[in-house]
């Protein structure tokens, strides 16, 4: 059971928009930044949004991060059939002194 | 470019121990905080425990508190992870992470761990 939650599924057509949601609480997403990942099949995680809503470099405008309360949110505009991956958010938790990972939610363009 | 290669991993009996290694290039190592993430077969992200860029400060998941130990030797720009009185549930991929702007920013491929006898 992950400190953070996030539906086990996504899915949309190409071109289209999804959003996957990170419900947290006051002790890790409301009062901390979140990060989200990008798992592709058979690779190491990657780096999609920090600081909320921030990209690193090399990461398009197609995504993006938001957060509100206790829940973050990453969208995917444009989708395409190279963004079909697993996406897990982060943040520290000031309650364990740990940082917490959502159990992941895999997106699949139809 | 940025690299993190692991070693060390391999197949241990339950309550055996292993070392874990991160080599890292591409940046000023001793200037970042890092971690270890795990991920079991088939399953989602772990975060195992973290450590200061001097070495001075510690984190680790209850998980592993009191059996696992970071540590590392900046002037070799290494990360480690001792593992001890290891369980099957260990079993898992190791990521060392290089840790910025309070997320984890560049990955390394991985070093497989399991546990059985």
């Known amino acids: 059971q992950s400190v953070l939650t996030q539906p086990p599924s996504v899915s949309a057509a190409p071109g289209q928009k999804v959003t996957i949601s990170c419900s947290g609480s006051?002790?890790?997403?409301?009062?901390?930044?979140v990060s989200w990942y990008q798992q592709l099949p058979g690779t190491a995680p990657k780096l999609l949004i920090y600081?909320?809503?921030k990209r690193p470099s090399g990461i398009p405008d197609r995504f993006s991060g938001s957060k509100s309360g206790t829940s973050a949110t990453l969208g995917i505009t444009g989708l395409q059939t190279g963004d079909e991956a697993d996406y897990y958010c982060?943040?520290?938790?000031?309650?364990?002194?740990?940082?917490?990972f959502g159990g992941g939610t895999k997106v699949t363009v139809l | 470019e940025v690299q993190l290669l692991e070693s060390g991993g391999g197949l241990i009996q339950p309550g055996g121990s292993l070392r874990l290694s991160c080599a890292a290039s591409g940046f000023t190592f001793k200037n970042y905080a890092m971690s270890w993430v795990r991920q079991a077969p088939g399953k989602g992200l772990e975060w195992v425990s973290a450590?200061?860029?001097?070495?001075?400060?510690?984190y680790y998941a209850d998980s592993v508190k009191g059996r696992f130990t970071i540590s590392r030797d900046n002037a070799k720009n290494s990360l480690y992870l001792q593992m001890n009185s290891l369980k099957p549930e260990d079993t898992a991929l190791y990521y060392c992470?290089?840790?910025?702007?309070?997320?984890?920013?560049?990955w390394g491929q991985g070093t497989m761990v399991t546990v059985s006898s």
């Open positions: 450590i200061s860029t001097s070495g001075s400060s510690t």
């Open positions: 600081d909320n809503n």
């Open positions: 982060g943040t520290w938790d000031s309650s364990l002194s740990a940082r917490v």
């Open positions: 006051s002790s890790n997403i409301e009062n901390n930044y």
């Open positions: 992470v290089k840790m910025s702007s309070d997320a984890f920013d560049v």
